[in-house]
């Protein structure tokens, strides 16, 4: 999910003071009794976790909420992946539309469902097709690509899914991103494996009253 930033984007707010999103298991769509992380206000904060709280609270539109909740419990950890986010989302290489949809891939593959429901708006406002992104939910390989999103969708599928890219893709990412792009599309895919391992430890959900993108039995 990343950090959000809240001016001009219709995205997902939540206000994590108001009480924060539902802990729900997107495994088995089982609601826990007790969350694994009882969901943090800014109040709450140790001394240590403070500083990178108010960062937090300041680009993100869910609030502690979402990965944040379970990462602020290791407080340097989280400030370092702050940091990393800040890069990956605000200052890559790589254009908007094309790492929302790297992105989305990653919230595919996982299931993750707050990565999808927080990351769905953004690629569509970013430029992404409605269609495209409606096939990658489906777990189809989207039909009407552009030819920079087939070398993105590429790249990052044999990546997640073979552990290896062929020389055809690799050659191919890199005419559309060059160098730097790959390095940093790479470093995305990676970071929001990271992020949906969080979010799925956690048992982290959608907003109170939002359906989750991704139905219990769906594959």
């Given at each position: 999910?990343g950090?959000?930033?809240?001016?001009?984007?219709?995205a997902?707010?939540?206000?994590?003071?108001?009480?924060?999103?539902?802990?729900?298991?997107t495994?088995?769509?089982?609601?826990?009794?007790?969350?694994?992380?009882?969901?943090?206000?800014?109040?709450?904060?140790t001394?240590?976790?403070?500083p990178?709280g108010?960062?937090?609270m300041?680009?993100s539109?869910?609030?502690?909420?979402?990965?944040?909740?379970?990462?602020?419990?290791s407080p340097?950890?989280?400030?370092?992946?702050?940091?990393?986010?800040d890069?990956?989302?605000w200052?890559?290489?790589?254009p908007?539309?094309?790492?929302?949809?790297?992105?989305?891939i990653?919230?595919?593959?996982?299931r993750?469902?707050?990565?999808?429901?927080?990351?769905y708006?953004?690629?569509?406002?970013a430029?992404?097709?409605?269609?495209?992104a409606a096939?990658?939910?489906?777990?189809?390989?989207?039909e009407?690509?552009?030819?920079?999103?087939?070398?993105?969708?590429?790249?990052?599928?044999?990546?997640?899914?073979?552990?290896?890219?062929?020389?055809?893709?690799f050659?191919?990412?890199k005419?559309?991103?060059?160098?730097?792009?790959?390095?940093?599309?790479?470093?995305?895919?990676?970071?929001y494996?990271?992020?949906?391992?969080?979010?799925?430890?956690?048992?982290?959900?959608?907003?109170p009253?939002?359906d989750p993108?991704?139905?219990?039995g769906?594959?």
């Amino acid at each position: 999910m990343g950090v959000l930033k809240v001016g001009g984007v219709a995205a997902v707010v939540v206000v994590a003071a108001a009480g924060g999103w539902l802990a729900t298991s997107t495994s088995w769509g089982l609601t826990r009794r007790e969350p694994r992380f009882p969901q943090l206000t800014l109040d709450q904060l140790t001394p240590a976790q403070r500083p990178v709280g108010e960062k937090i609270m300041k680009v993100s539109s869910v609030g502690l909420a979402g990965p944040y909740n379970p990462m602020i419990r290791s407080p340097e950890m989280a400030q370092r992946m702050y940091d990393l986010l800040d890069y990956l989302r605000w200052h890559t290489s790589v254009p908007t539309r094309l790492n929302e949809f790297a992105i989305l891939i990653q919230g595919r593959l996982w299931r993750s469902q707050v990565e999808w429901y927080a990351h769905y708006p953004l690629a569509i406002k970013a430029g992404l097709s409605e269609q495209v992104a409606a096939d990658l939910k489906a777990n189809k390989r989207p039909e009407n690509m552009k030819p920079d999103e087939v070398a993105v969708y590429d790249f990052c599928m044999e990546l997640s899914t073979k552990q290896a890219v062929s020389d055809e893709t690799f050659a191919r990412a890199k005419q559309v991103l060059g160098d730097q792009g790959v390095v940093d599309l790479t470093a995305l895919t990676g970071t929001y494996v990271t992020v949906a391992m969080l979010l799925s430890m956690a048992e982290e959900g959608v907003p109170p009253g939002k359906d989750p993108p991704f139905k219990p039995g769906e594959r």
